[in-house]
């Protein structure tokens, strides 16, 4: 059991079903909203299971799909947390450490096994090698193409995290700027257009369908008060210690508690470095540390890094209520602590990098192996669980409704569809005309309408209106009409007679066709 039940496996099912139809980015999906459809897949994070359903697609099995995704996303925030550590300048055996340290992490296990929160967890997944690539770009003063990658790929698996990072980087950027730290040749034309060429490429498409397709939609559904971030902020103290939560007792709520180990790594450190001040300062000798040195300042990367966690960590709290409800876009992060994706390998490395500088290598090394058991103890994913599991039943995609509160019904249709296909079919009859669907197959591409008339009528078809929607009726391209009594419904005009109707759903060739011809209508040859 999880907060998303099988929803996950669903959109898995939609992918791999428009994969094996050569549509590998699908960006409609013809089975939501119980067969009438939606743009879902375009509006929706979607790089979990663009891997997902490539899996599933190669080995027709869900649970081999689901594992050797979640197996993949594992690898890529293990190898993400590495590269983070060795570019913050943490030597090659705490680095390995390092990258373990993420895969146990409380905010990991919380993501795929107990929310089933499959977007996120990619997007967190991430999130370590987005987090490289900025200090790589603030140690090399240009925007690294690793970065615009990393930031292109985290748009993709889930936007409101990527918009915030954005936000993030942005202020710490400046801030160095401003006090030194960071060249202005980093905002060289050249810099800046290469990185937005990059993300461009990953993004633009899915920026234009998202445009294109979601005019019709408000997504600001999502967001009903319960799940504004200002009523979603916890208290500071279960940052550090969650009394309250145990895993394997219950699915029916998460903890935001970080690492316990990662915690005691960074105050151990800062510990020894007091007092190995105040014995140098006892003995009037020179303020040194264990091993070397004490900094009296941050170095760049550390600074940034450290910012990053900070500025993250500050808009989890209450005190960033008023940057929720004045900056455009920021509510539809929802939950305050989804922003753990940046915090979680922030503390990591931080806490490696203070151990290292405290002590000589092999006893931070030590350090780290112990704190890494001791995750591995600890973790939540090897704790025996103590509720039930989800019901054993056949996954199909005959009656989906991925909308949570509407946001993928069209606003002038409110929260349902308007009118049951049954129902439809009746009012059909009553307009004089006779109405089969020939059968597709789950997630098809074209649906195929045999309508026959006594008298040329507009039609609704069982179908959401969509401005990608490109329907063929006796060779001739058409655009869905409105007919004002279905509201949000796919309305045609036929004449006397049989008419067969393909409507051609929306995939990227037809929506850039659409856009490009402006809704001219076209004849269709054969």
């Known amino acids: ?76 925030g ?20 390092g990258g373990m340290m993420l895969l146990l992490a409380n905010y990991t296990i919380t993501n795929w096994l107990i929310r089933g929160a499959m977007a996120e967890f990619s997007a967190a997944m991430l999130a370590p090698l987005v987090l490289a690539g900025f200090l790589q770009s603030i140690r090399n003063s240009r925007i690294s193409a690793g970065f615009a990658v990393g930031l292109g790929l985290s748009f993709l698996a889930h936007s409101a995290l990527a918009y915030f990072s954005v936000i993030i980087f942005a202020v710490i950027g400046l801030y160095l ?27 633009g498409p899915y920026l234009f369908a998202m445009t294109f397709l979601g005019q019709d939609y408000d997504l600001k559904r999502i967001i009903p008060p319960l799940y504004l971030p200002e009523n979603q902020i916890q208290a500071l103290a279960h940052y550090f210690w969650d009394p309250q939560w145990q895993w394997g007792r219950t699915w029916q709520a998460y903890t935001v508690q970080l690492d316990s180990p990662v915690i005691a790594l960074m105050l151990g450190s800062g510990a020894a470095a007091v007092w190995a001040a105040i014995r140098s300062t006892l003995s009037g000798s020179k303020i040194s540390s264990v091993a070397g040195p004490l900094l009296p300042t941050a170095p760049p990367l550390a600074l940034a890094l450290a910012l990053a966690g900070c500025i993250a960590m500050f808009l989890q709290t209450r005190w960033a209520i008023s940057f929720y409800r004045h900056v455009p876009g920021a509510a539809f992060l929802q939950f305050p602590w989804r922003l753990l994706a940046i915090v979680t390998p922030a503390s990591i490395v931080l806490a490696l990098l203070s151990v290292q500088h405290i002590f000589a290598s092999t006893t931070a090394f030590r350090f780290g192996v112990v704190a890494l058991l001791a995750m591995c103890v600890s973790c939540g994913a090897f704790t025996p669980i103590h509720y039930s599991t989800l019901p054993d039943k056949a996954l199909n995609l005959g009656n989906v409704h991925f909308s949570a509160f509407g946001e993928y019904v069209p606003t002038r249709s409110g929260t349902l569809a308007p009118v049951s296909a049954h129902a439809l079919h009746e009012k059909m009859e009553e307009d004089g005309c006779s109405y089969d669907e020939e059968f597709s197959a789950p997630e098809a591409l074209i649906r195929r309408f045999n309508i026959s008339c006594q008298k040329p009528i507009t039609v609704a078809l069982p179908l959401f209106s969509s401005p990608g929607h490109l329907i063929v009726i006796h060779n001739a391209a058409r655009s869905c009409i409105d007919r004002p009594d279905f509201p949000g419904l796919c309305a045609v005009t036929l004449p006397f007679g049989q008419s067969t109707v393909d409507v051609y759903l929306p995939t990227f060739g037809t929506i850039f066709r659409a856009a490009l011809s402006k809704y001219q209508i076209y004849h269709v040859a054969g």
Request: glycine letters at 10%.
């Open 78 to 97: 293990a190898y993400g947390t590495y590269r983070l550590c060795r570019t913050a300048g943490v030597g090659y055996r705490l680095a390995v450490c």
């Open 1 to 76: 059991m999880n907060h998303e039940g099988d929803s996950f496996f669903l959109r898995t099912l939609v992918y791999a079903n428009h994969l094996l139809q050569g549509d590998p980015f699908p960006v409609w999906s013809s089975a939501d909203n119980g067969g009438y459809g939606s743009p879902q897949p375009a509006l929706y994070h979607k790089l979990f299971y663009v891997v997902s359903g490539g899996v599933y697609a190669l080995m027709d099995s869900m649970k081999a799909a689901l594992l050797l995704t979640i197996w993949g996303w594992l690898s890529v």
């Open 177 to 203: 700027i401003f006090t030194k730290h960071l060249s202005l040749t980093i905002l060289r034309p050249a810099s800046i257009g290469r990185a937005l060429v990059i993300f461009g490429i990953l993004a």
